[in-house]
C-alpha cells in the first residue's frame, strides 16, 4: 500500500491523506496520471495544468522515482512567502 498526503489546497479538496494500491514498476508521473484518471475531485486538483511538487518518504522527488511498497507520497503547491 501506499500513503499519499495532500497539502494546502489539496488538502481541502481531496482530505489529509488516503491509502492506495501498490503497482509494481510505477512512477511518481505515472500514479499522478492514474489519480487523475479516475475523474473527479482529483482529476480537477492534480491537474497536469497545474504545477504541483511531489515528495515520496518525505524528500522531495522528481516525477521519475519509482515507487515501493510502503511509501509515503506527498503533493502539494509550490509555498511562497514574504
Do not use: W
Amino acid at each position: 500500500m501506499l500513503t499519499l498526503k495532500y497539502f494546502a489546497r489539496l488538502r481541502e479538496q481531496l482530505g489529509p491523506q488516503e491509502l492506495r494500491p501498490f503497482v509494481p514498476g510505477q512512477s511518481l508521473g505515472q500514479l499522478r496520471d492514474a489519480l487523475i484518471a479516475q475523474g473527479g475531485a482529483h482529476a480537477q486538483a492534480l491537474d497536469r495544468s497545474q504545477f504541483l511538487r511531489c515528495a515520496l518518504n518525505q524528500q522531495m522527488a522528481e516525477e521519475s522515482a519509482l515507487l515501493a511498497d510502503g511509501d509515503e507520497v506527498a503533493f502539494f503547491p509550490p509555498v511562497t512567502g514574504g
